[in-house]
Every structure is written in structure tokens, then in C-alpha cells.
């Protein structure tokens, strides 16, 4: 039997049990320069399953990708005046190059949002320009005193999406569409995280917003991770950066835009929403590792075995990795559990004698013993399987740790394990700074149903309170 | 008939041609701090159809994606002192950040080698962990004085793979592997682009490294253009950043290293090696779009023929556009064709009563007329065909601009307007100096076969020599 003894308890100490899986399983360790990251092949290989769904699901929400410079000079971070109060501190600035001291420093980008705005206005003219929706991959840097591996570090990697349309209207549809059919689903169904959505508060919303979408995942201990943001700008952005185009009429406009974004954060989120005191456990739609074939023993039969099982379920679409059976067996078993690998398949003298394999889920540890001969099939339906219980299950812990509360202290007291539910117009801008106060704050506004509404003035809306990353 | 009137020819000016073709084919723009780049939609859905394909042969050749972080602390700069030199006219240094001045200074990366170097030797413990197999996909910035758009530029985009093994053999195969596996065979198999394969001589090889592989393509003014380097870096890296591991016997041994690259300059590369004076060719592997429909003429019926058209190519695996025929016919084909759509589709009310369609070849401008229940086979095989030709057409023209030669002086003549070819042990120290003097250069140097020597020492080694970007 694997011990996990290797990680600390999430009861135990859950900031430590992170960090311990993040270190034990190889996924990022910290760089030579305060608050950035080394993100390892196996982080990295998350990350890079993260971006092939939402990159595939931008393409299909009609954004193209594009790169903006890394550098953007100084001057550019006066002309939004809101926008800047919200980063100046963060920023980490060029002075030299070249040998020589730079005549104007250069700032590098903590977003990409004025650069952006620049290059829309020269590059939109008239209503048949519009919308024009990009989006871009790439690495942003905000100073972090209190740097966490994934979930705060000076340089993270991330999306923004930048949008201009010539209504008010066709842009909040957009920044609608993209926190449904971008973020929720892929959070939903290839993250199995049940993500409760919504708009911020104003008090919480995007500086320059005049309205934020946000899809926030509740983590194994009752705190709330914001996993994505989409922000309509209205003509804020435009005004400042002169984004205009020309009407039917000939008539020169202001655009409205958008912007939204998801980041290296979600790893963290992955971790935190899933774990166990085992490690990490990945949903299969998400694994770069679906399957782990283990040789219980390193001799030629069992690896010939292994290799043909291999083949097979790479085959029938299965992403696997091959254990070869050097060490022992157990602390083989913990490091792929402490990674998270959906299913492990062992591979056995005996079990090969008897015709059979033994599969075993890494989300409830449930061992299935499997004919060699329903082999991809029965890999498959494992994998479905896990797929929707680990939704299901994130979605009955998010259900069973929210509280419906009437008043502002019930709320704090429920946001000390879980989250709380309460009407938004009875907390008010009192309510919220009290919450504030003890580090609690409202995560989002929803409709009754739990779908996100158009403004914070709908009627009858409801708030999740809850404490946050 | 549509007329290229829109861009410099390139025998009239080639560089302005090409600047001209950045521009018409929205590629890129200039950045706002000098030097650096904007990549528009298409030049950057260029850049990721190169990286898809080099990616998948990076990872079949069993390297795996990590990611470094973009700030490396200036001390890291002074360890190794070769590399060093290589860069430091060309650091940008960030000396402000979170606020404050910092206590040392940090440098945005121009390379992680000396930061990759800092990780393998905490990663590597015993011969067990080598080959250490890494690649990254990043932003780097060098500065530039006098950039050119995806030429040469402050930032740019690149991958960078660093390995560690445990002999120099497996380092040096290693390199040769990705230098015919991973470069040469993604230039000649899906950009249509021969390269000249060989090493570098002493006088040109990368700073600190033993031996330089490179793959160098002919660009359409007979200038070379190096495409992709793979080093050979001995055991001068791992002495630098103390990257040992214990042998067999429990021996501390140092590993030898290599690193590998290439960068957003293959989308300028890819502009001059096909493009002629009405834009850009893509070659139809490479092409994001393979294939445009154009409606003749904006009416329900062609516009209805051309969307079921568009459904047929794209279930048919070919990546299409659609014009929906708004504007002037021959304008519209001007602009695809300094796109460079490798076949374009055009659908007209007196075709399509036919039962046929017209489709063009960008490269030869031959017309093919084709029945509609024809289509898919008869596109697929045009571009095959054109993907063919695409490379052949290079070959022959990079053999015919490919003068043998017994003397410098001819060699230099010959690299006014192409390249020389010239036995290398006849070049000499004093040679490649006369060379460099009148700006040409041993681009590389190569077996009489053309094949990649192991060392510059073999016997009856070719140097090919030429002008360079």
C-alpha cells in the first residue's frame, strides 16, 4: 500500500500541503529573482493543456491572437488615469539598455491594455473594421512582495483579450459570451470546477470597468479563487486612447471595449480545487497524463506487455506514460499519485497469467479489474467516469459549504469554512467595508438561478461572500 | 486582372519590398519603444503554425516544454565569461521596481542559458536524471539599434532548448538530431525551404560553444539568412554553472550541454525565400489559410455556393477564408495574394452554372477550372503539387545562384548576388578575414555532399559563403 505520508495534510496545514505538492510534484519551484517562477515540464504541461482548450475555444468565440511588445514607454501609463492608479506600484521598469541610460524608461507591460488601445486606434477606421477582437498569449510582470507559486508571482503567464465594437450593446454580449462560452465552460467541462459566476461589486470591479464578469472556483478550503475576469470598458478605454471609428453616417464615434483574461493562476486553482492529501488529482479532459501504465516489475514479459498496452490505448486516443518498473512499486504508486494521473494500469505476472489488468482511479482509488481484451474500452469509460464525478463531487462540496445568510455577521461567520450566500441589497457599501475589514469580500453578485445578470441594479440579486486568494 | 501595383518590386528595392509586404499583408508594425515589434493577426498566425510544427518535432525528439523566468539577477551574467561578452552591448536592465530602486539590478533575459544553467545543476543528481531534455518557448529581448520587423528586432519570439547529458557523443548526437530532425526537416518538408546544412567555422561559432550546427536559406536577393542554430556547448556551460552528476560509479562527473533555437526571424525568412512582386507565397503546409473562396459578386446564390463550398474544403481537412464579395473584385485578389493563400477559390453566377469553379494557384498563377463535385480531391492535390513545387522551385534557384569557386576573390564575387561554394581548407584564417572585411561571411561549412560534418577538421570540407541578413 502507497503511503502518502510524503505530504503535509491539507487539515493539517493547507498552505503547506500546497507548497508540498507543488515541489513533490515537480511543477514549478521559485526563481533566482524575488516572486517569479520556474514553471517545470509537468506545470508546464498543465499550462499548456489550459491553453490549448480556452486558445480553441477563443479561436471559436471569433478573437484573433496577436503579439503586442513587452516594453511599453512610461508615458503611456498617465493617459488612463484609473487604470494606472491600479498598477503603478506593481511596475518594474527598464532604465538601461543598450549600453546606456534610456532618454525615456520603459515600463514592462503588468497588461497590455495601453499598448493595445494605441495600435486600435490606428488600425480601426470605420464601422466595417468593427469589432475587432484580439487576444494574446504572453507573460506580464507585477511586482509581489508576497509571492505564492502560481497564485501570486511577479511574472505570470496569461491571456488578455482586447476588444472594440461600435455598441454598447455588441460589446457586453461579447465580454458575456467569452465568461460563458470561454471560461465557464472550459472550467466546467475540462477542469471540473463548478464555478459560481456573476459581476463584481463596484467596489471589487476592474479599474476603468464599468462592469466585470467573473467566474469564481471555491477551493478545498472554503476560499474563493478567481479564475477569470471579463471586463466591459464602456468608452473609457476609447476615450483615452482615442479609439474612434466612422459611422454609416460618416459620423465619428467612440468605440466600446472589452477586455478579459485568465492566467498561470489556474494552475493554483487546479490544485486547490481537486487535491487530496495524496497530491494532486487532474481530470482526465485536462491531463496531459490520462493513464499510467506501471510495470509491477521490471522483467521482459511484463514490459512487453506494458509496451503492447501502450500502443493500444495510445491508439484509441489515450495520452499515457510508461512506468518501467525500476524502485519500488509503492513509491512508484505515490509519485503518480502526488501527480494527479487519473488512472493508473498495473501490470503484473500474475494478472498478465490471468488474462487481466488492474485499473485504479486516482479520484476515489476504486481498483477495476479489466480483461486485456476490453482494454481502451474500459480506459475510456474510467476516464468519462472520473471526468463527471469529479465535477459532481467539487459541485455537492461548493453546494454543501455555502451558507444562505440574513445578515452581514452570519455571512462572515459562514465565510470562515465556506462561502455564503445573502441578498446583495441587504449587505450595501456598509456591509461590504465591514466585510472587507475581517478580510472577507463579496466575490460576486448572481441571479437567484445562479446565472450572471446584466448590472448590479437587476432586482432581487444575490451576493457569494467568501474569503479569497 | 488584379495588378501588384500596391507594392515596390523587389528588383527595384528589396528591402523596401519586404517592408512593403510587412505592411500590405498586415504582418507587423512598429512597436512604440524602439526596436520592438507588434505582430498583427496574420504575421502571428504565421508564428503559430511554425511553432505547432516545430513543437510536435521537438517533443517527438523527447524534449519537454518548461517555462524560465523573463528576470535573471545581472551577477548571473558574470559567470560565464565567453557567453557574456556575446551580450552585454545588448541587455535591457530593469533597476525600479514594486515602487523602489532595486538592490540589484535584474536584466531581462536575452537567453536562458545562465538560468536554465542555475536549474539543471539543482535538478541533476545522477547519470539516472540524463538526458535532461528542455525546451521553452519565450519572449527575449536584445536591443537593436537598427531593427527590422521580425529581422531583427529588441523582442523577439523564439524557442530555446537546452539538454544535459552524460557524454559528449550523446551531447553532439543529440544536437545533429535536432538540427536534421527538428530545423532541417521542418524547413525543407513544410516551409519549402532548402537549407544549406553544415557547422560554423571557429571565427563564427556561437560564444562558449564547441561546435554550431546551422541551417542557412537563400533568400530571393541571393543573401543568406540563418535559420536555426543547435550548439554543441562541451562541458563549458556545466563548468560555468557547476552541472555535475555521479556516474555508475558514484563519481561527480560534469555534463556536457547543448542549446538550440529559433525565432520569429523564420517569418521574415519565409517573406524572402518564396515571396515575388505581388507578396507573399506561403507555402500551403505552413498556410493558416490554404484556401480562399471568393465570392465574385455579393449575391444570395454565389454566396450560398460558396459557404456549402467552404463546409465541403473544411470537412475535407483544408483551412479556408471566405469573401463574401463586398468591394472590387480585383482588389480583393490583389489583397489575398500579398497574403500569400497558397490557392484561391473564385465562385461567379456564370461558373457556378456550369457546375464549375476557378481556382488559382499563387504560386505559377495557373488557372484550373474544376467541377464542383470535384472539389475537395482537386484542392488537396493543388496544394500538394504546390507544396512541391514550392521546394523544388527554391532548390533549383539555390543551386543556380551557387557558384563553385577556387579563390577568395571569386567567392566575393559570387556573393554580390548569390553564394560561392569554395573548398574550405583553401579559405583559411586570413581568408574569412579578407571576407568579413567586404561584409560576406562562411555561412557554414559542409561535406562535398552537402551532408553536416561532425567537426571543422574532417578532410575536404566546403565552405558556402554569401552576404547575410
Known amino acids: 500500500m502507497a503511503s502518502p505520508s510524503a505530504l503535509t495534510s491539507q487539515s493539517d496545514d493547507f498552505p503547506r500541503w500546497y507548497q508540498d505538492v507543488v515541489a513533490k510534484a515537480e511543477m514549478a519551484d521559485n526563481g533566482p529573482v524575488r516572486g517569479t517562477m520556474v514553471i517545470r515540464p509537468y506545470g508546464y504541461a498543465l499550462w499548456e493543456r489550459i491553453q490549448a482548450e480556452m486558445d480553441a475555444r477563443i479561436k471559436v468565440a471569433g478573437a484573433q491572437n496577436a503579439y503586442f511588445p513587452l516594453f511599453i514607454p512610461q508615458s503611456y501609463f498617465a493617459r488612463e488615469a484609473e487604470h494606472v492608479e491600479g498598477f503603478s506600484p506593481e511596475l518594474a521598469v527598464v532604465t538601461y539598455a543598450g549600453g546606456e541610460e534610456l532618454a525615456e524608461p520603459v515600463v514592462v507591460r503588468p497588461t497590455s491594455e495601453t499598448v493595445i488601445g494605441e495600435f486600435m486606434a490606428k488600425w480601426i477606421q470605420s464601422y466595417r473594421d468593427l469589432p475587432l477582437l484580439l487576444n494574446q498569449w504572453a507573460n506580464v510582470v507585477r511586482w509581489e512582495l508576497r509571492p505564492r507559486l502560481f497564485l501570486r508571482s511577479s511574472e505570470f503567464l496569461w491571456q488578455e ?28 467541462n475540462v477542469m471540473a470546477v463548478p464555478a ?24 478545498r478550503d472554503g476560499k ?7 471586463h466591459e470598458l464602456g468608452q473609457n478605454f476609447a476615450r483615452a486612447f482615442n479609439i474612434v471609428y466612422q459611422n454609416e453616417s ?13 492566467s498561470t493562476r489556474l494552475v493554483g486553482g487546479l490544485i486547490m480545487a481537486h487535491g487530496d492529501d495524496r497530491g494532486l488529482i487532474v481530470p482526465p479532459r485536462l491531463a496531459p497524463i490520462q493513464a499510467v501504465i506501471i510495470a509491477v516489475r521490471d522483467e521482459p514479459e511484463v514490459l512487453e506487455a506494458c509496451a503492447s498496452i501502450d500502443a493500444r490505448l495510445r491508439d484509441g486516443g489515450v495520452s499515457t506514460a510508461l512506468d518501467r518498473g525500476r524502485g519500488s512499486f509503492g513509491r512508484r504508486v505515490t509519485d503518480w499519485e502526488i501527480k494527479g494521473v487519473p488512472l493508473r494500469i498495473e501490470v503484473g505476472p500474475r494478472d498478465l497469467a490471468g488474462g487481466v489488468v488492474t485499473m485504479v482511479r486516482r479520484d476515489d482509488g476504486s481498483k477495476h479489474v479489466v480483461a486485456l481484451d476490453r482494454l481502451a474500452t474500459t480506459c475510456q469509460g474510467l476516464l468519462e467516469e472520473q471526468q463527471r464525478a469529479l ?19 452570519e455571512a462572515i461567520e459562514a465565510a470562515q469554512t465556506g462561502f455564503a450566500r445573502m441578498a446583495w441589497d441587504q449587505i450595501g457599501e456598509l456591509g461590504e467595508a465591514r466585510l472587507n475589514e475581517v478580510a472577507v469580500s463579496v466575490r460576486c453578485i448572481q441571479r437567484a438561478d445562479g446565472t450572471t445578470p446584466v448590472s448590479p441594479d437587476e432586482p432581487d440579486l444575490v451576493a457569494i461572500v467568501a474569503k479569497s486568494y
Not at 456573476?198 to 462592469?211: D, L, Q, T, V, Y
Not at 474563493?224 to 471579463?230: D, F, I
Not at 460618416?250 to 485568465?262: D, I, N, P, R
Not at 465535477?391 to 455577521?409: C, E, I, M, Q
Request: hydrophobic share 40%.
Open 391 to 409: 465535477f459532481n463531487v467539487a459541485l455537492a462540496r461548493r453546494d454543501d459549504a455555502t451558507t444562505d445568510v440574513t445578515s452581514v455577521d
Open 161 to 188: 483579450g482586447h476588444t472594440a465594437h461600435d455598441s454598447y450593446e455588441d460589446a457586453a454580449a461579447y465580454a458575456m459570451r467569452i465568461h460563458l462560452e470561454v471560461y465557464y465552460d472550459f472550467l466546467a
Open 196 to 219: 459560481y459566476v456573476g459581476i463584481k461589486s463596484p467596489r471589487e470591479r476592474f479599474a476603468g470597468a464599468i462592469n466585470s464578469l467573473t467566474c469564481e472556483g471555491m477551493m
Open 224 to 230: 474563493a479563487l478567481q479564475m477569470s475576469t471579463s
Open 250 to 262: 460618416g459620423q465619428s464615434e467612440l468605440c466600446h471595449t472589452t477586455s478579459w483574461g485568465a
